[in-house]
């Protein structure tokens, strides 16, 4: 379970202000997000900045060419009031795209090319964020603990007992099945290397014949006939942060 995800979308062009958010769907349907998502959509940037004093949003896409408030002189306002919220600016003109650099956005959509630079969007904000916060069931079957996901190492399972090892050398022990912890960490980079371990990509050092070298000196077994599918998945996923520039 993952803490709900906030967008607002803003174009003065209701047509154009659709088109984005349709986009925004699919690109979640194809990333398989399952998790709830709230949308706010906005044709103007003087009522996103007045829901912005009271609500708080992670990811905000601006149309740039918007009147009395245009998308820049928008972004300047809410890096005031929401520092920590992902900008990404949209135009139907590319030539504004070394005019977003000053403002820090996280990308720039083209409306040519926006189910693309939409997904593209999307997937760069789960990569930089990893996203936010995995909730664990403890092993006792008490309570819940929240952990970044950018900051698991690996998970390990011994029949139901899960232990999800931090980078800093901390660990959890919670209660359930490696299966089901693949099925929702693997759009995170998380790949199963072995029956009883899944690995976080982002960590791998080097693949060995029979274990995974990870950042600061840990290693996991490797599965005998799993080498050359870890070896493809890494190929994979190191041109996909290259592609995605990051």
């Not at 995800?5 to 047509?15: G, M, T, W």
């Amino acid at each position: 379970m993952h803490e709900k995800l906030y967008f607002a979308v803003c174009d003065d062009e209701p047509e154009a202000l659709a088109q984005i958010c349709e986009a925004l769907r699919k690109a979640l349907h194809k990333l398989e997000y399952r998790t709830n998502c709230a949308l706010q959509k906005f044709t103007s940037g003087a009522a996103l900045y007045e829901t912005g004093l009271k609500e708080r949003f992670h990811l905000i896409f601006l149309d740039i060419e918007m009147p009395n408030l245009n998308g820049f002189q928008l972004a300047e306002k809410l890096h005031l009031i929401a520092s920590d919220a992902y900008i990404v600016f949209v135009s139907g003109y590319e030539n504004y795209v070394h005019d977003v650099f000053g403002y820090a956005p996280l990308a720039f959509v083209r409306k040519s090319a926006l189910d693309y630079d939409v997904y593209r969007a999307i997937y760069l904000y789960f990569q930089r964020t990893s996203y936010l916060h995995l909730s664990v069931r403890l092993k006792d079957g008490i309570g819940y603990k929240e952990l970044l996901v950018k900051d698991i190492l690996y998970v390990e399972c011994e029949g139901h007992r899960l232990t999800y090892i931090t980078v800093v050398g901390g660990s959890v022990e919670a209660y359930g099945t490696l299966k089901a912890i693949e099925e929702e960490l693997s759009i995170y980079g998380f790949l199963r290397v072995h029956k009883s371990y899944l690995v976080n990509q982002r960590y791998v050092e080097s693949v060995g014949k029979r274990e995974i070298l990870l950042a600061g000196g840990r290693s996991v077994d490797m599965g005998k006939e799993r080498r050359k599918e870890v070896q493809a998945a890494m190929f994979q996923y190191a041109e996909k942060r290259e592609k995605n520039g990051i």
